[in-house]
């Protein structure tokens, strides 16, 4: 369905605000995610990016259109899938794996809505902050932020777009001010995850050429990213999390974004399996579905 891809792409280059890493989330060429840009603009009649050779930003004409394409396109993915379930009778059990907050927090009902699709899906669902082998371990394919490692598996996209976010509670704000730079931070209490033995203590930001990485402490630590998120929710300190992670928190003004006007560290989502060949039907509609839930989450 070209013109509904050629919508994902409208979409998803406005999330990024990079025309390359979109073709790349979607496996197509750049020039082809170009071509499916003028081919809406021609039929739309009108502009929808103003174009240099370092950003891209919407028009007047693109943002309209953006705020009508957003549901029309999940309205179009769930008629898709349901389709698809109906012709492919997706059944089975599935064994995944996620990061705690992640999986807690948005997995869990975007499966519950994945199994409505698709009743005869079940799942073994194991939670947690460790590095799944989804060779080792008994799964069938795990979720991952970050960067994948550099191994056999295979690393298939599913939000290119997430990065990480610099915030913390307005009471916590209230009471010990706002750091307005990186720099700052080493003035206030900070709440650290840890891998293992390794604490994840050394944040990294950019802006304009300038890179800064800023070693953080004085507060909780802990394996569990839900639980560091559950500590900035009660004012306990500063936390540099996973957007997707904060992004309902962040709209219901539970936290505040802080240091926007410096870029953050990337946070893609990828489904990681042993192999081409473990690729389900099941698995293939699943990072679909999930995929189109990442983009439509409103992040910073």
């Known amino acids: 369905m070209k013109a509904l891809q050629d919508l994902e792409i409208f979409v998803r280059t406005v ?4 025309l390359s890493a979109t073709a ?9 995610a170009s071509a499916a840009l003028k081919r809406l603009e021609e039929e739309l009649q009108a502009p929808l990016f103003v174009r240099s050779t370092r950003s891209l ?26 389709l698809a379930s109906g012709r492919q009778q997706v059944r089975g059990m599935l064994q995944l794996a996620a990061p705690s907050d992640f999986g807690r927090n948005l997995l869990l009902p975007w499966l519950e809505a994945f199994q409505q699709l698709h009743p005869g899906i079940q799942y073994r669902l194991h939670l947690s902050d460790r590095v799944t082998n989804v060779y080792s371990d008994l799964v069938d394919a795990a979720f991952r932020q970050g960067e994948p490692p550099d191994s056999n598996m295979l690393a298939l996209a599913v939000d290119l777009t997430n990065r990480r976010v610099l915030c913390a509670s307005p009471t916590y704000l209230e009471k010990h001010g706002t750091p307005d730079t990186p720099q700052a931070l080493a003035k206030h209490t900070c709440l650290c995850f840890m891998l293992g033995e390794d604490v994840y203590d050394r944040w990294k ?21 839900d639980v560091v998120r559950l500590w900035a929710l009660a004012g306990r300190g500063v936390i540099y999390k996973s957007g997707l992670d ?9 936290l505040v974004a802080l240091c926007t006007e410096w870029q953050t560290e990337a946070s893609p989502i990828y489904m990681m399996l042993p192999g081409l060949r473990q690729l389900t039907p099941g698995l293939r509609l699943l990072r679909e579905f999930i995929g189109e839930r990442c983009a439509l989450l409103a992040k910073p």
């Open 15 to 18: 999330d990024s605000g990079s």
């Open 24 to 32: 790349r989330g979607l496996d197509l060429t750049p020039a082809a």
């Open 57 to 82: 930003r919407l028009t007047r004409e693109g943002e309209v259109f953006l705020a009508h394409c957003r549901p029309a396109l999940a309205a179009l993915r769930d008629a898709q899938l349901e």
């Open 205 to 225: 930001f950019w802006r304009d050429g300038e890179e800064a990485t800023v070693r953080v402490g004085g507060g909780n630590i802990a394996n569990d990213g």
């Open 246 to 254: 904060v992004a309902a928190d962040l709209a219901a003004g539970r």
